[in-house]
């Protein structure tokens, strides 16, 4: 529920085989000193290329997701569900370790370590970057390399970073936050329900107001920023950064203000300490009304 920063991060390395793979790139021998020529490095069989027939361009399914949620035909579900297969690409830059000094006295990049590109939200959140092509990544950081992962391996390398929020196509026409519950769900590879439309969330919150007698009930509601909008101003029904959930609390008609605002603290306090609760949303805003006589 938190929208504060999570604390920085250790500096993590890219997995062995993407460094060796990308160290090696133009060099006449792999990582190990053997010589390319004459090798079949195509099929599956080989786990530095299941990308090795890719063109780089953006997966269909999701091109498809994103189309009708746009128009209003599908919601941030389906693109979370087109995401479970799809090939994207992560931005990764060098990084200058420990300087190693030629025999000619300059700094030698060789040491240079390979870091994910990260970005920091307007919350103050860190997010991880990922693209639908490679002309995409290419436009939005010229100096990156394009390194091809399946969504949810780049959701794990997210949720290992500290990351929370996954941003695709951050620069592009239209930009698509996937927000912390849908990219833990993304990562462990299941299903994910906006909270906003979760029956799950709305029994936990009808349970965590029984013994409030001055609150008559609570209505689950999309957050305002669950939206968000094109690059050329169309509104679009998902893909924001959040609040993600708004919870609008019905009083009884003569409530005091000060009788509902403890009301709300009471609630907010309950629904924090409630694991599921927290786990499922985001981010919360609260919205106190009165009944009607």
């Known amino acids: 529920m938190s929208t504060e920063q999570p604390p ?5 390395h890219l997995p062995g085989h993407i460094v060796a793979a990308l160290a090696q790139a133009g060099s006449q021998t792999d990582s190990a000193g053997q010589d390319w020529e004459g090798r079949d490095l195509s099929g599956e069989g080989n786990p530095l290329h299941n990308f090795d027939k890719d063109d780089g361009k953006a997966d269909a399914n999701v091109l498809a997701a994103l189309t009708a ?5 599908a919601g941030e579900s389906e693109v979370h569900k087109s995401l479970a297969n799809a090939r994207v690409f992560v931005a990764v830059v060098a990084q200058l370790g420990e300087e190693a000094m030629t025999e000619h006295g300059f700094a030698s990049d060789k040491e240079a370590d390979m ?3 990260k970005i920091k939200a307007p919350d103050g959140r860190m997010a991880l970057p990922i693209f639908t092509t490679v002309e995409r990544l290419q436009a939005w950081h010229k100096e990156a390399r394009p390194v091809a992962v399946y969504a949810p391996r780049a959701a794990l390398s997210a949720v290992s970073e500290e990351c929370q929020l996954l941003v695709l196509d951050p620069g592009s026409d239209f930009t698509f936050v996937l927000r912390r519950p849908g990219l833990w769900t993304l990562a462990k590879q299941v299903d994910w329900i906006p909270s906003y439309q979760s029956q799950q969330v709305a029994s936990l919150v009808q349970n965590a107001i029984e013994d409030f007698n001055q609150l008559r009930t609570v209505k689950v509601a999309p957050g305002k920023g669950v939206g968000s909008r094109s690059k050329d101003g169309q ?3 998902g893909g924001g950064p959040g609040p993600e959930l708004n919870l609008q609390l019905i009083f009884a008609p003569g409530t005091s203000q000060d009788d509902a605002r403890e009301t709300t603290r009471a609630l907010h306090g309950r629904l924090s300490q409630n694991t599921e609760f927290a786990e499922a949303v985001d981010s919360l805003e609260l919205s106190l009304h009165s009944a009607p006589n």
């Open 8 to 12: 920085s991060a250790p500096k993590r």
């Open 69 to 73: 949620l746009r128009e209003g035909s």
């Open 115 to 117: 870091a994910l590109v």
């Open 235 to 237: 509104v679009v029904l």
